[in-house]
């Protein structure tokens, strides 16, 4: 059962952490060839380091390696499954927006090209790397895409009917995959796991429902579906496993994708998902009220709420961070709540328009929040 020491915590993080101008640098010396592995390893480490003591000095129990070492918060996963392929010279354009206007990105594409395995455990040395050098107090977080986001982009279509004639074959294997990386991590000491998972905040717009009916999906059931797979890998998992699950609608250098509130998916989302806590966007009027927090039951499991902004530099009023938590309140007990940024800082390598103070500032916020609201 969660308690205000156990996650997930009264104040936490979803996990990215901006990454440090030497490491930018690194990366790209190392991708024109004049720093080799061993050496962009070695500028990554003494970062990672630096931003477990950052989130130590700060007041967080949690603590991750910000996703310093990759290039994608989702993608870098996914490519490591066995069965996926990066198509080349192909990629699927996903509108981003801003208060600007609307921009084009355009990802790689992947395709399902073979039997999905888990060949190795997947961010494994990561992982280590962090739980060897956490200090006492802090609790290791991992952070990995959900199943959903294998399936997602592509849907069927993206699936080589060859390999799957039998589309649930397909979700068996991932589910398989999934659980044991599940077990891996957990036997390398992992007690603190996040499924992050953009498609179940996606599914609330009507546009992105329009988009899974054009590529052959169901838009009324597909969250139900993600939900079930997401059971299922989750079934007989490890007792002092805390998991928990991440939506948003898109973070791509302060930009975002969809928006709508999470009424669509409510019921099943809460009342169904076998997770300890949900970290949800909230942080402007795209995210819709808090009426949806209704379908959440009463016990253990925990909401926290991304109230600050990880998209803009400006710090939130802490008075008003308070009565948004109170009105919140109106709908689950107070004790079942708890405060993040809305999302990562850091989705992609790029980052979010923001400084590496500016991003600390919001973290320390976050914890006098919690603290003033819940008690230390």
């Not at 390999?163 to 990386?181: M, Q, T």
């Not at 007989?236 to 991440?246: I, M, Y």
């Not at 970290?279 to 600050?308: C, Q, Y």
Request: aromatic content about 8%; glycine content about 8%.
């Amino acid at each position: 059962m969660s308690t205000p020491d156990t996650a997930p915590f009264r104040a936490d993080h979803v996990g990215s952490l901006l990454r440090p101008p030497a490491l930018t640098q690194a990366r790209a010396e190392h991708r024109a060839g004049r720093l080799d592995a061993e050496g962009l390893r070695a500028v990554e480490d003494a970062a990672i380091l630096e931003v477990i003591e950052m989130q130590r000095a700060v007041g967080l129990k949690s603590v991750t390696d910000g996703e310093l070492r990759r290039t994608s918060w989702h993608m870098d996963f996914i490519y490591q499954l066995e069965g996926i392929t990066q198509v080349q010279g192909e990629s699927l354009h996903v509108q981003f927006k801003n208060e600007q206007g609307t921009y084009d990105y355009a990802p790689p594409a992947m395709r399902v090209s073979g039997r999905v395995r888990l060949g190795h455990t997947i961010f494994a040395d990561a992982f280590t790397f962090l739980r060897d050098h956490a200090h006492p107090g802090q609790t290791p977080k991992l952070t990995i895409p959900s199943p959903s986001m294998v399936h997602y982009r592509g849907g069927n279509a993206a699936i080589d009917r060859d390999v799957y004639p039998d589309v649930e074959a397909f979700w068996d294997d991932l589910v398989l995959a999934y659980r044991r990386e599940l077990e891996a991590v957990h036997g390398l000491g992992c007690r603190y796991l996040q499924l992050d998972d953009t498609s179940l905040a996606y599914v609330n717009d009507p546009a992105q429902r329009q988009h899974i009916e054009a590529i052959g999906g169901d838009p009324e059931h597909l969250h139900e579906r993600y939900i079930d797979v997401m059971n299922r890998v989750l079934a007989d998992k490890p007792a002092d496993l805390v998991v928990t699950t991440h939506l948003c609608r898109g973070n791509n250098q302060s930009m975002w994708a969809a928006e709508g509130g999470y009424d669509f998916v409510a019921e099943a989302l809460f009342g169904r998902l076998d997770v300890d806590g949900y970290f949800l966007e909230f942080d402007d009027e795209r995210s819709g009220t808090f009426e949806p927090l209704r379908h959440l039951p009463r016990g253990h499991k925990r909401v926290i709420l991304g109230l600050v902004t990880t998209k803009r530099p400006e710090l939130e009023d802490k008075d008003l961070l308070k009565r948004r938590i109170d009105e919140a309140a109106r709908y689950v007990d107070i004790d079942q709540l708890g405060i993040s940024g809305q999302c990562g800082f850091s989705s992609t390598e790029e980052g979010n328009n923001l400084t590496l103070d500016e991003q600390r500032a919001k973290l320390e916020l976050i914890v006098e929040v919690a603290a003033e609201v819940w008690g230390r």
